[in-house]
């Protein structure tokens, strides 16, 4: 380039050259000739030809030597604005060209800054943009993952990542880094029907279920969207769960109360003291079905997010008393002793009312296998769970024990150790759920200990009162 500009320079450098020697030829000459009568025209002509020529040679280099330094002054303005030009191709926005002067090229550099900078103004909006929608995306609960139409990941969120670990990354086959069929499948016919797909992955990660979205993008791949419902599905479960047992317990009783009711009114005149056995019988299908319809009823309303404690500070040996006092009329047929193993006298937290159904429930469960120890322990001890002080309630007996496999189910409503003798001791299977919400609703925790042969403890906790903490 520099070159070039070096040789139209000293083109123009030679045409104005000619120009004046033609001007000394034809004006020049001839005026010097009419002023110079002493001298001969020839020889006139022949010392002005010379000293054209010699003016000539000296403008010659003159003009060489400006040509160099306009040239090579020129060719460095250009070589910066190549430079210039490279270096926001290489993505350095912040690149300028110095300015100098106020010519033409000058004009031209200051217009390039000047789109440069709003190059860069935009580039930084959108990155900012680019950083609020990772930001966004990366706060969803739901795992996000974007490909190309070849397959390869284009981007992922932050709760993509920790489901499917560093597997995932950019420009990686989504195939290499997910082994989930389903939603292979699903990103699979987004990109070739391009139609939005949805399905349930329950592969993804242990013990848990997604439904998965997935869409064709404008401009080609395909995003997919996994939200976890592993806590909708078990809801549901659990719902259907709830009515399926409901209706067998109380499909239960009613049978039973049918049929005896069905062979009493097919006798014209029953025998009485058949009639008596089948009405108790009745009576006592019925009793059942009411309690069940009590404790459904209970367990709803601790269960309701409606549901208010009536809390008030009440000493632990107290609570211990009074559940020992009310209940006692409970075991006093049964042959079972129901007794008090100390507590102290650190103030809590609790409903009286709720608290008496809380050690009724316990006491009664326990009554059904306490049979064979013949007695039953109430007591409370002062304990710290992390730090936290707070009063450990027991319920104890000493029965046949519970194996371990139940011991974290125990609490589910209608689970049964042994179904048959639950129905035969009149148990719904709701007492111990209604415990544990119970105690929930309290902030304390509920558990269960027991072996084989040497009975079961249910334990549950409720805070201190604060004033007391802090006196």
Same mark, same amino acid.
Request: charged share 20%; aromatic share 6%; proline share 4%.
């Given at each position: 380039?520099?070159?070039?500009?070096?040789?139209?320079?000293?083109?123009?450098?030679?045409?104005?050259?000619?120009?004046?020697?033609?001007?000394?030829?034809?004006?020049?000459?001839?005026?010097?000739?009419?002023?110079?009568?002493?001298?001969?025209?020839?020889?006139?002509?022949?010392?002005?030809?010379?000293?054209?020529?010699?003016?000539?040679?000296?403008?010659?280099?003159?003009?060489?030597?400006?040509?160099?330094?306009?040239?090579?002054?020129?060719?460095?303005?250009?070589?910066?604005?190549?430079?210039?030009?490279?270096?926001?191709?290489?993505?350095?926005?912040?690149?300028?060209?110095?300015?100098?002067?106020?010519?033409?090229?000058?004009?031209?550099?200051?217009a390039l800054n000047n789109a440069a900078e709003r190059l860069e103004a935009s580039h930084a909006e959108i990155e900012s943009r680019r950083q609020e929608l990772a930001a966004m995306l990366d706060s969803m609960k739901e795992a996000v993952v974007a490909v190309t139409a070849e397959g390869q990941v284009r981007w992922s969120n932050a709760q993509m990542q920790r489901i499917v670990g560093t597997q995932i990354r950019a420009d990686r086959p989504l195939v290499l880094a997910v082994r989930d069929p389903e939603l292979l499948a699903c990103v699979?016919?987004?990109?070739?029907?391009?139609?939005?797909?949805?399905?349930?992955?329950?592969?993804?990660?242990?013990?848990?279920?997604?439904?998965?979205?997935?869409?064709?993008?404008?401009?080609?791949?395909a995003l997919a969207v996994l939200h976890d419902i592993t806590r909708v599905e078990s809801a549901e479960n659990s719902r259907r769960q709830f009515v399926a047992n409901v209706s067998h317990e109380l499909r239960t009783p009613l049978t039973s109360i049918q049929g005896y009711v069905e062979t009493l009114m097919e006798e014209p005149r029953p025998n009485r003291k058949t009639a008596d056995e089948f009405l108790a019988i009745i009576l006592k299908n019925a009793t059942r079905m009411n309690r069940i319809t009590e404790d459904l009823l209970a367990l709803a309303s601790v269960e309701s997010p409606d549901y208010k404690l009536k809390l008030q500070?009440?000493?632990?040996?107290?609570?211990?008393?009074? !559940? %020992?006092?009310?209940?006692?009329? @409970?075991?006093?047929?049964?042959?079972?002793?129901? =007794?008090? /193993?100390?507590?102290?006298? *650190?103030?809590?937290?609790?409903?009286?009312?709720?608290?008496?159904?809380?050690?009724?429930?316990?006491?009664?469960?326990?009554?059904?296998?306490?049979?064979?120890?013949?007695?039953?322990?109430?007591?409370a001890r002062l304990i710290e769970s992390e730090g936290v002080p707070e009063v450990d309630f027991c319920v104890r007996d000493f029965g046949p024990g519970i194996a371990s496999e139940h011991l974290s189910r125990i609490f589910e409503r209608f689970y049964r150790i042994?179904?048959?003798?639950?129905?035969?001791?009149?148990?719904?299977?709701?007492?111990? !759920? %209604?415990?544990?919400?119970?105690? @929930?609703?309290?902030?304390?925790?509920?558990?269960? =200990?027991? /072996?084989?042969?040497?009975? *079961?403890?249910?334990?549950?906790t409720l805070p201190l009162n604060k004033d007391a903490v802090n006196g």
């Open positions: 380039m520099k070159s070039k500009i070096f040789t139209k320079l000293l083109g123009l450098f030679v045409v104005l050259l000619l120009l004046q020697a033609a001007a000394m030829e034809f004006v020049l000459i001839p005026f010097m000739a009419n002023r110079a009568l002493e001298l001969p025209v020839g020889k006139a002509s022949f010392l002005l030809g010379h000293e054209a020529l010699y003016s000539g040679l000296i403008a010659l280099a003159v003009a060489l030597t400006l040509a160099v330094w306009v040239a090579g002054r020129i060719a460095v303005r250009l070589a910066r604005i190549i430079l210039f030009a490279r270096q926001l191709a290489a993505g350095e926005l912040g690149a300028r060209i110095p300015l100098s002067g106020e010519d033409t090229l000058s004009s031209l550099e200051s699979k016919a987004a990109l070739e029907k391009r139609e939005a797909q949805s399905g349930l992955s329950s592969s993804l990660a242990p013990g848990r279920i997604f439904e998965i979205n997935a869409a064709p993008m404008p401009r080609g791949g500070p009440a000493r632990a040996s107290v609570l211990v008393a009074d !559940a %020992i006092d009310s209940l006692g009329g @409970l075991v006093v047929d049964s042959g079972v002793a129901l =007794e008090a /193993s100390g507590a102290p006298d *650190a103030l809590v937290m609790a409903d009286p009312d709720a608290m008496n159904q809380v050690f009724g429930n316990l006491v009664e469960n326990a009554l059904k296998y306490a049979k064979a120890g013949k007695r039953i322990l109430v007591g042994d179904k048959a003798r639950s129905r035969e001791a009149g148990g719904t299977g709701l007492g111990l !759920a %209604i415990v544990k919400h119970i105690v @929930l609703a309290h902030g304390g925790r509920i558990w269960a =200990e027991s /072996s084989l042969g040497q009975g *079961a403890a249910f334990h549950f």
